[in-house]
């Protein structure tokens, strides 16, 4: 028997894979509406609530590096990550329980730091901490957050669920996480430069980073957009179908589609890109737009609506239309900055963890 | 600035030091009824329905070593472990996700062995596996499983509530597990031994753990035990307290105690020590009472009942009443089986993951 490394079939392969193991338990509980294939699992707990539950893990070298992320901030971003799944639905978070892996060499000082920044993502978006497990770690920090959240039937949003016609809609920027990475891989660069050589830290580089102060927040502290899921809730509007943006614009989009057998078409020249990450992607020799479409971890929401709402959105300063839902035949096209139509399924996906 | 490694304060006080970090976020959820601090988090849903929630993490190294626990096992064990959490809270279980972090080698189809476990168990309890998270990992499996349950405020039982006189119960044989973990240590020093030698594999130690087959299911595939939460349904019974022994007797009645503020006197004698687990400690010249009391990972239930509820609870077969709730002030005391008094608190406490 030839055993198959995972990387062979990528991290939605294996999810694929996992999925349909896992299908007999769930369908043993007929009160499930979503199980594995959404930003959060989401039952029906009475007849007029609906309960959502996400998990989350980050991994040391593969989802963070503390050398470049301070641990307020890791503790912050680790919930915030959770929140956005759960504002995906049109949710709200209410309840959270940490797993954490620990070398056992960590000061305890280091663990409180990154529980501070947790708490206090936490007393942000007003939801609660209230357990979780520990061990220790013969390699690295693993943090696993779950979460969960609470909405009506009437209100809850899921990947499924866009017609054709319908808008799409993204909240916030695009490309400043990425442009961040870009800026805090380069500084650890130097760091390493000039530890090896042992000259003292150059502070021309902090000046530098300063500069670029909000590609670097997007990168570190990513806001959940809870403030959009009570703009819709004031202003009675349910999107037909959500997302947030973790993997990149284009491939939570091709999640998104494929739930709702839709295709869809968009205009890069309406991306909402960060300002600052135009001037980093220059700095860098790189094409912004690549970074806005497929960057990733920008966790902002990517959402539908008829069109009748139209106005309604417009009238947020902190939305943009993009384009516009199609029929599936049409395929996912982007028609970019010169014009050219580009088939979007051509384009390279999101991260994956797997791949080689 | 001196920092203070973990093992220094171990895992339950880093713990009391996290608990009081995220405390203010707890607080801002008036309907929170336990936070951390008892087997799940609980808090009120609505006024006839508690949720619980709980989170478990097993770390490769640490709780299991993938040279002698087949996947599937592990898969069941870490649904078990967090069933048994619900079931300490005399809820059932609802809803599981799970996140893994995974060595880019490791082949899909060892990750699927291990979803195939998961998934049996979960048939099993009735519960749904309804979603998780994946990622690759520099070193070792990391397996964390966080799961939901319901309860009513009626049959809601915490650690705390224990009084003075309430008997003392646990269920199943205590053991069981520990036995287990230690012919599976020796096999594995054989194996390694035989391997280093470049001889074939003795089926002579194969044939020895056959017979041991009990004790080794205990520490492989330990059971929740969701039917003596039916049990306590159909006879109305409500424990005045309840805890799972994941820790180990001694150290999971202190936490009961603590909780509910009181002492409590047991008899050795009493103890439900597995049968098979008496042989293997004499084989390993060990205390079998010493393993029943601080071992550890039995996962059956411990939980004290008023005085009245006897009968009922003297009818099941598979409960054993070992002893009897006291004042806070009367400590915690074991009579040994030569009649000697002993302080359990000066006793071996529970696995702590950060000692050195």
Redesign the interface.
């Known amino acids: 028997?030839a055993?198959?490394?995972?990387?062979?079939?990528g991290?939605f392969g294996?999810?694929d894979?996992?999925a349909k193991?896992?299908a007999?338990?769930?369908?043993?509980?007929p009160e499930?509406i979503e199980?594995?294939g959404d930003d959060?699992?989401v039952?029906q707990?009475?007849e007029s609530?609906v309960?959502v539950?996400?998990?989350?893990?980050?991994?040391?070298?593969?989802?963070f590096d503390l050398l470049t992320t301070p641990l307020h901030h890791l503790g912050s971003k680790a919930i915030s990550v959770n929140v956005s799944d759960i504002c995906a639905m049109n949710a709200m978070p209410?309840?959270a329980?940490?797993?954490?892996?620990?070398p056992?060499?960590?000061?305890?000082?280091?663990?409180?730091e990154l529980?501070?920044g947790?708490?206090h993502a936490?007393?942000v978006y007003?939801?609660?901490?209230?357990?979780?497990?520990?061990?220790?770690?013969?390699?690295?920090l693993?943090i696993?957050v779950?979460m969960?959240g609470t909405t009506t039937p009437e209100l809850l949003a899921l990947r499924k669920g866009a017609s054709p016609s319908d808008l799409i809609c993204v909240t916030g920027t695009l490309g400043g996480s990425t442009a961040g990475l870009h800026l805090l891989q380069r500084e650890k660069a130097t760091m390493i430069e000039q530890m090896r050589n042992n000259e003292p830290y150059n502070k021309e580089v902090m000046a530098e980073l300063q500069e670029y102060a909000e590609a670097i927040r997007c990168h570190l502290l990513p806001e959940a957009r809870i403030d959009i899921i009570d703009f819709f809730s004031e202003e009675g509007i349910v999107p037909t179908a959500m997302i947030d943006i973790s993997d990149g614009l284009v491939s939570d989009l091709g999640h998104l589609c494929r739930r709702s057998n839709v295709g869809a078409k968009i205009d890069e020249s309406k991306l909402p890109v960060l300002p600052e990450a135009r001037t980093v992607a220059e700095e860098f020799q790189q094409d912004v737009f690549d970074w806005a479409l497929t960057g990733g971890e920008d966790y902002q929401l990517l959402f539908t609506v008829p069109k009748k709402d139209y106005d309604l959105i417009a009238a947020h300063r902190d939305i943009t239309v993009i384009g516009e839902i199609t029929e599936k035949e049409a395929g996912m096209m982007l028609t970019d900055i010169f014009g050219m139509t580009i088939d979007m399924t051509d384009m390279k996906r999101g991260f994956d963890?797997?791949a080689?």
């Open positions: 028997m055993f198959k490394p995972i990387s062979e079939i991290e294996l999810i894979r996992l193991i896992t007999p338990s769930a369908n043993q509980r499930l199980g594995i959060c699992a039952w707990s009475d609530a309960q539950v996400t998990t989350d893990i980050l991994t040391e070298h593969v989802h209410d309840y329980v940490i797993s954490i892996a620990v056992p060499k960590m000061p305890v000082e280091m663990v409180e529980y501070k947790m708490n936490a007393e007003g939801l609660a901490i209230v357990g979780g497990d520990t061990s220790s770690s013969a390699s690295g693993f696993s779950s969960t963890h797997f080689e």
